[in-house]
Structures are given as C-alpha cells and as structure tokens.
C-alpha cells in the first residue's frame, strides 16, 4: 500500500506536530512503502499562505524531497477524473487530491471523514 498525504497530514509531518497520528506516523515511516505528495498540496499551501489563512514556511517543495517523500505532479488524467466525482466534497484541493488517489491507487493518508465517501478511496 503506496500513500499519498493529505495537505494537512504533511504540514504536521514536516513540522513533526504532536497532531500527527501515532499510525499515520507509523505508516509514513515504513520502509516498504512509497509515500507521495501532490503537487496540489505545494499549490494549496501556496495560495493559503499568500492569502494570510495559514502559517508555513517557505520551501515546502525542497522540505517535502528533504524527508525522503515523492512529488507527484497533477497530470491530465487526474484533472479528467475530476468530473466524475461525486460532490460529497465542495474543497477543490481536496477534491484533485481524491482523484489522485483513484488513478494512482493510492491510500490517502487524511483526518477529512468526508474523503471516505468516494468509491475506490482508501483512507487511513
């Protein structure tokens, strides 16, 4: 099981938050598996922090490959997935992320109960 993290579930792992689940930590951790990052989660924080709605530091693409975690662009195919989604979720970013996560088959690590609403999405 590969993952990919949610936005949220990498701002606490870059910052090694204690709001970081004891599993998610034990998951990201693990050797046997291949732990992603959108570039959509590069995106969100950008634009919320330019916005003044988070706090993150600057360099987030260079910490991300820093701690040993994949970059994973957002291609065509995902932003075509997109508009077979249900609409259980109005957050866009959330949203690229989900159907990432369904063409990739990846587990998305993420704290949002409404992500597990959409069919062929595992969530931890």
Same mark, same amino acid.
């Given at each position: ?5 949610? $936005?949220?579930?990498? &701002?606490?792992? /870059? #910052? ?8 998610? %930590? @034990? *998951? ?36 991300? $490959?820093?701690?040993? &975690?994949?970059? /994973? #662009? ?8 997109? %508009? @077979? *989604? ?36 595992? $969530?931890?």
């Amino acid at each position: 099981m590969n993952l990919l993290l949610d $936005t949220h579930v990498l &701002l606490w792992w /870059l #910052a090694d938050s204690h709001r970081l689940s004891a599993r998610h %930590r @034990e *998951l990201i951790l693990d050797a046997k598996r291949r732990v992603f990052v959108s570039s959509v989660s590069v995106a969100e924080i950008s634009i919320k922090s330019s916005l003044g709605k988070l706090d993150a530091p600057e360099g987030v693409a260079d910490a991300i $490959t820093s701690s040993g &975690l994949e970059l /994973l #662009a957002f291609d065509a195919a995902h932003a075509e997935a997109l %508009r @077979e *989604l249900p609409w259980h979720h109005r957050d866009p970013f959330d949203r690229m992320l989900i159907a990432q996560a369904q063409i990739e088959r990846l587990t998305l690590l993420a704290v949002d109960e409404r992500i597990p609403h959409y069919p062929g999405i595992t $969530t931890e």
